[in-house]
Nanobody, 116 residues
Framework: QAQLVESGGGLVQPGGSLRLSCAASGFTVSSYSMSWYRQAPGKERELVAAITRFGSSTNYADSVKGRSTISRDNAKNTVYLQMNSLKPEDTAVYYC?????????WGQGTQVTVSS
């Protein structure tokens, strides 16, 4: 059974950094397009960053471009989101998503709070 488990969220001060992890089981992340989404209270879920299946093409939301990096470790079957220069507006629950063909899996989310 396919499963995604996020970790690495927490409370961080503005300007700080976090690395989110998304550990996959039941499938291989290299065969899926992997993405990070976030949802802030009262707002719709939005795409933060994505990395294509097989290749290494990435794309980012304008709001995080230049501050975030998505990467994939095939040996660990894990996807990461490195976030730097965090701002209060980055506060949200961050979700990992895997998609390929009919497969579309979500993790349970990890809370990121940016506050002084």
């Amino acid at each position: 059974q396919a499963q995604l488990v996020e970790s690495g969220g927490g409370l961080v001060q503005p300007g700080g950094s976090l690395r989110l992890s998304c550990a996959a089981s039941g499938f291989t992340v290299s065969s899926y397009s992997m993405s990070w989404y976030r949802q802030a209270p009262g707002k719709e879920r939005e795409l933060v960053a994505a990395i294509t299946r097989f290749g290494s093409s990435t794309n980012y939301a304008d709001s995080v471009k230049g501050r975030s990096t998505i990467s994939r470790d095939n040996a660990k079957n894990t996807v990461y989101l490195q976030m730097n220069s965090l701002k209060p507006e980055d506060t949200a629950v961050y979700y990992c998503n895997a998609r390929a063909g009919l497969g579309n899996f979500w993790g349970q989310g990890t809370q990121v709070t940016v506050s002084s």
